[in-house]
């Protein structure tokens, strides 16, 4: 696995037209499946006129959790593209949604595909793609004493406190950069009573 990861800094949306027919693509950043459904739902409550809301997302590192979808156009010639563009660009934790409003020509498979294609590109084209390190999860176990120590490790390393639980003890989640995952953890348990449990 890889110590970064691309996705796109946030939603952008192009339009592109064929034959009367209409595409916007919709490309945003998505941390989990819920946030695409969340997402997708929305798009289609904004465009209830539209025949069809294909999709197509990638998310985690290791680039297995994916999904298409051709929302009723011909199997593989929505979703497959959208996603095609998203993988070609080698991002993840990324999402595309197409919506097409039918201008009466029937456009055929071949130029389908080159629609959901061209309009996911131009969307993926309006937003910056960013280079973000991979984190691993860690919870943190400490005496509140040990507070200023601990963030000062956490600080240096460039780890992301995801929750924090302040009390005489304190309870800690951080996602350190898999790339110094070594560094990082070897100075975490150099200071004494820090309990460090890895979060699967």
Known sequence: ???????IEKEAVAEYKDRGSRFLAYAFPIQTAEDFKKRWKALKEEHPKA???????R?????????????????GSAGKPILGQIDSKGL??????????????????????????????????????LQKPVLVEYELNFDYTLMNE???IVKRF????LENE????CRTKIGV??????SCLKQLKELHSLDVRKVN
């Open 1 to 7: 696995m890889k110590d970064t990861y691309n996705t």
């Open 51 to 57: 025949v069809h809301h294909c999709f197509g997302y």
């Open 59 to 75: 998310l985690g590192f290791d680039m297995n959790n994916f999904r298409a979808g051709d929302d009723g156009e011909p199997s």
């Open 92 to 129: 993840t934790n990324t999402a595309v949604v197409v919506v097409r409003y039918f201008g009466g020509t029937l456009l055929g498979v071949p130029g389908l595909i080159n629609a959901y294609k061209t309009s996911t590109t131009l969307a993926l084209q309006l937003t910056r793609i």
């Open 150 to 152: 601990v963030m000062l």
């Open 158 to 161: 460039g780890c992301v406190v």
């Open 166 to 169: 302040m009390q005489l003890f």
């Open 177 to 182: 950069p898999k790339a110094d995952e070594d």
